[in-house]
């Protein structure tokens, strides 16, 4: 079975711009989860969503929006980046809402903001 | 909140030797308990869990128990080899505030380096 894939591995941007990280869930999995890992931090909860929807969302503000296709897959999308948002960026499948069931992580993006 | 404390690392030993990871926890609700490893260039991988208070999770060795009385979930391994050198993440999910929808609440992680 495939794992999760995020594309791209590493980006650039520049302060003010707007980027766009893509998530390819594991086979059979339903429910997708974004998280932000800072230099030397363990990672935050963004959102997560389940069947197109979203389904919970961490402290993080409105510019931080998502989207879940009907294949399950998903986007993260971030408006006006600030120099604090360079963080590595994980995206983790499950195969439903509930955490127990147990998450498959990517490996990541590493976004930089000049 | 939620929260979770972790022993400041880098954590250094030599190959064979016992180790042992804290980690605490606050909580509003019944929390399950996790620890992920994130090996170099890599995503976080799932070591362990325990979803009720005196459960013990294990796997490759190594082991936690979830401790209520001490909000505690320390990860242990009896012998440790080079292979094991990653960063050890604790981790929660707040069952009562939110289920699976507030996501895990992370500590900082433990950087842990095996010497020959």
């Known amino acids: 079975e495939t794992g999760v894939t995020q594309s791209p591995t590493h980006l650039i941007k520049t302060r003010g711009q707007q980027v766009t990280l893509r998530c390819s869930s594991q086979?059979?999995?339903?429910?997708v989860s974004w998280y932000q890992q800072a230099l030397g931090q363990g990672p935050q909860f963004i959102f997560q969503y389940y069947r197109e929807e979203e389904n919970g969302r961490g402290n993080f503000p409105p510019r931080f929006s998502g989207l879940q296709f009907p294949n399950y897959s998903s986007e993260l999308n971030v408006n006006a980046l600030e120099l604090d948002d360079s963080a590595l960026y994980l995206c983790?499948?499950?195969?439903?809402?509930?955490?127990?069931?147990?998450?498959?992580f990517g490996s990541g993006t590493r976004l930089t903001v000049v | 909140g939620d929260s979770v404390t972790q022993m400041e690392g880098p954590v250094t030993l030599s190959e064979e030797a016992f180790l042992t990871i804290n980690c605490t926890y606050t909580?509003?609700?019944?929390?399950?308990l996790f620890w992920y490893v994130q090996y170099p260039g890599e995503g976080l991988q799932l070591l362990l869990k325990a979803t009720k208070a005196d459960d013990k999770g294990s796997n490759k060795g190594f082991e936690a128990t979830y401790r209520k009385e001490t909000t505690s979930f320390h990860l242990e391994k009896g012998s440790v080899q080079v292979s094991d050198s990653a960063v050890y993440f604790c981790a929660l999910s707040d069952l009562v505030s939110g289920g699976g929808a507030d996501g895990l609440t992370f500590g900082k992680g433990t950087h842990l380096i095996i010497q020959p």
């Open positions: 086979s059979g999995h339903n429910t």
């Open positions: 909580a509003t609700g019944y929390p399950s």
């Open positions: 983790a499948s499950s195969l439903g809402r509930e955490i127990n069931y147990g998450y498959t």
